[in-house]
C-alpha cells in the first residue's frame, strides 16, 4: 500500500513538473555584453585589403591574413560620404603616408626632337617641334642644351631666339599634330662633327634637348597625392586618427615630382601621399553599402 502511495506521488510530481515546463518556459540566454571597460566590435576587416570586411573573424581570401577587429570609437560616422575611416592596423599594413601642403617652385623636363639647321661658322639653329600642352613652361629666351647623336658625348648650350624674319616660334599650329615649331639659336657655332672639324657642316642633323622649365614658387601638392578620373582629380585630406577626407582639386601646371594647385586644397592641409588608393577603394565600397 505504501509503495503505491509513493508512486502516485511521484507520478503527480512528474506531471506538475511538465505543467510548469509547458506553461513557464525558461528564458533563452541572450549573448552577454561586453564586459565594462571594453569596446564592441564592429565588424573585422582585413588589414592589407581593408575593403574586405566580415561580421566573424576569419581570413582575407586574398593574402590569407587573419581579419582584425574594427572597435566602436575606431570608425567614423559615415552620413558625409567624402569621409572614410581606417583603423591602426590596416594604415601601418599599407604604410599610409602624408604630407603637408606648401609653396614649391614646380619644375618639369620636357623632351623635344628636332634638327640642326643653317649651320655655318656664324650661325646655328636647333628648330624642334613643341606641342600645345608644353607652352605653359616655355617662354622667350628659355635657355637649354642640345645633344647630337653624330656628335656624341657634347652638349651645345643653345637659347630661344628669333632668326632674322622669323619669330621664336611658328604662330600657326598644326591641327593633326596640335605641334608647332620652335627656333633655338645655337650659342657654339658651328656643330662640327668629328672627323669633318671644319671641312663640312652639316645640316638637317637630328638633334634632341631636355629643356628644364620651372615656376616660381606655388601652391602645390606631390603627384602621388593625385588620383585623377577623366578631367578631375581628387586628394584625401588626412585629418589624424585614421579619418580621411575627399577633395576634388583644380590643377595648373603638372611638374615631374609637384603640381600646381589652384583650388581644393589650402596651405598646411596634410595629404595622404602613399595609400590613398587603398583608402579610395574603402570610401568606394562604403558608398555602395
Given at each position: ?72 570609437g575606431d570608425a567614423m560616422a559615415m552620413s558625409d ?188 592641409d596634410k595629404v595622404v601621399t602613399h595609400g590613398n ?9 562604403t558608398k555602395g553599402e
Open positions: 500500500m505504501k509503495t503505491k502511495l509513493l508512486l502516485v506521488i511521484l507520478l503527480l510530481a512528474a506531471g506538475g513538473g511538465i505543467w510548469l515546463y509547458k506553461n513557464h518556459p525558461a528564458k533563452a540566454s541572450s549573448p552577454a555584453a561586453p564586459a565594462k571597460g571594453e569596446r564592441k566590435i564592429l565588424y573585422y576587416q582585413s588589414a592589407m585589403h581593408p575593403w574586405i570586411k566580415s561580421d566573424k573573424p576569419g581570413k582575407c581570401p586574398i593574402c590569407g591574413m587573419d581579419l582584425v577587429p574594427v572597435y566602436e560620404t567624402n569621409l572614410v575611416s581606417l583603423n591602426k592596423t590596416s594604415i601601418s599594413a599599407v604604410n599610409v603616408q602624408s604630407e603637408i601642403v606648401a609653396k614649391h617652385a614646380v619644375t618639369r623636363t620636357i623632351r623635344v626632337l628636332g634638327t640642326i639647321e643653317k649651320n655655318s661658322s656664324s650661325s646655328t639653329w636647333f628648330v624642334f617641334d613643341v606641342y600645345d600642352r608644353d607652352l605653359p613652361w616655355l617662354k622667350s629666351d628659355q635657355k637649354m642644351e642640345v645633344t647630337l647623336s653624330s656628335v656624341p658625348g657634347k652638349n651645345y648650350p643653345a637659347q630661344l631666339q628669333s632668326h632674322g624674319t622669323q619669330t621664336f616660334a611658328d604662330r600657326n599650329f598644326d591641327e593633326a599634330s596640335g605641334s608647332t615649331k620652335f627656333r633655338a639659336r645655337i650659342l657654339e657655332t658651328p656643330v662640327e662633327v668629328p672627323g669633318f672639324a671644319g671641312k663640312a657642316y652639316f645640316s638637317g642633323l637630328q638633334a634632341a634637348s631636355q629643356i628644364r622649365a620651372a615656376t616660381p614658387e606655388v601652391l602645390a601638392v606631390p603627384r602621388s597625392a593625385l588620383i585623377l578620373r577623366g578631367d578631375d582629380a581628387l586628394a584625401y585630406l588626412d585629418h589624424g586618427d585614421g579619418h580621411y577626407e575627399s577633395r576634388v582639386v583644380k590643377l595648373g601646371r603638372i611638374g615631374d615630382e609637384y603640381a600646381e594647385v589652384l583650388d581644393g586644397l589650402d596651405e598646411g588608393l587603398l583608402i579610395d577603394a574603402e570610401a568606394q565600397l
